[in-house]
């Protein structure tokens, strides 16, 4: 594993230590935002910062959702989930979002973070004039639960509603690619049990608490499971995506850390190859590897021609 890789993953599970702290604002290393603290929607969490990259002609963009479980974190954990400076230089413009928390009174809880982020990308396709955005062109990055929301978004069907009076959701849902870290794929709890038997997240998504509980409710929740899940939502149609781990596989065997293990990539991987999406893995040891981090992959992706 080369240095770069094992230090992009080692940020990314430091910051899962500190996840549900306060932030104290962006890293040192972020320049500031281009405009900050932008309303998408009436929740006081619904707010995104943006980062405008110079260019005469319109210009791809990265769409950042932080992690924490879908209960914590923030925007500004930015640096954890991409290189801002990076794909600036690169012609490409960079937006993070918060979200409401499965706190929220949606049914299941998890609606919450994954509609408001699917509202925050179509409100950025809405500004694609003013802010010289490539609406064509936005590729979304995370970690763990906001790892989850990106590969929701790029399988998930596209929402926009060309016959609603709100501008904004006539815009489409739909990514370019998606680059993640420490991804669950899976919100089933029966395929996180067959690939890691020590699994225990994701019952909090559904307002179900427990894992056993989650397991045990299952059958009861499986429209839910279809509908939020992401390795459920994959069709041949979708774009490509990178997952990044910081543990080798062991499928069928207990995980030291379960919630992040590359177990989730491996199989979302082989049902991505079976649809003919694209989809790169990387963890410790894997050959070959083409991109080193989430920025690479999306630099390379979005300046596509």
Sequence with gaps: MKPAILLFILLFFTEQVHAQKKSGGY??????????????????????????????????????????????GSKERLDRFADTNALLEAGISVVAINYRYVTSTEEPPVKAPLHDAARALQFVRSKAKAW?????????????????????????????????????????????????????????????????PNSRYGGHAFGLGSFGNFLKQREKILPWIGEYSPYA?????????YLI?????????????????????????????SQGVDCELVYPG?????????????????KRK
Excluded at 245 to 273: M, W
Aim: charge should be neutral.
């Design 27 to 72: 890293d040192p290393t972020v320049p500031k935002p281009t405009i900050s603290e932008i309303a998408y929607g009436k929740h006081d969490r619904n707010v995104l910062d943006f980062w405008k990259a110079e260019s005469d002609s319109p210009t791809p963009v990265a769409f950042v959702i932080h992690g924490g479980g879908w209960k914590g």
């Design 132 to 196: 010289n955005l490539d609406k064509k062109r936005i590729g979304a990055a995370g970690g763990s639960a906001g790892a989850c929301s990106s590969l929701w978004l790029a399988f998930h069907d596209d929402l926009a509603d060309p016959k609603s009076k709100d501008p904004v959701a006539k815009e489409s849902s739909r990514l370019t690619c998606a680059a993640v870290i420490g991804a669950q794929t899976t919100l089933d709890p029966q395929q996180m049990k067959e690939w890691t």
């Design 233 to 241: 939502l994959v069709t041949k149609d979708d774009p490509p995506v």
């Design 245 to 273: 781990y910081r543990t080798p596989p062991a499928i069928g065997k207990e995980q030291k850390d379960p919630t992040h293990t590359s177990n989730f990539g491996v199989k979302l991987q082989d049902h991505c190859k």
């Design 286 to 302: 894997i050959p070959n590897v083409k991109y080193e981090n989430p920025t690479a992959f999306l630099i390379s992706q979005l």
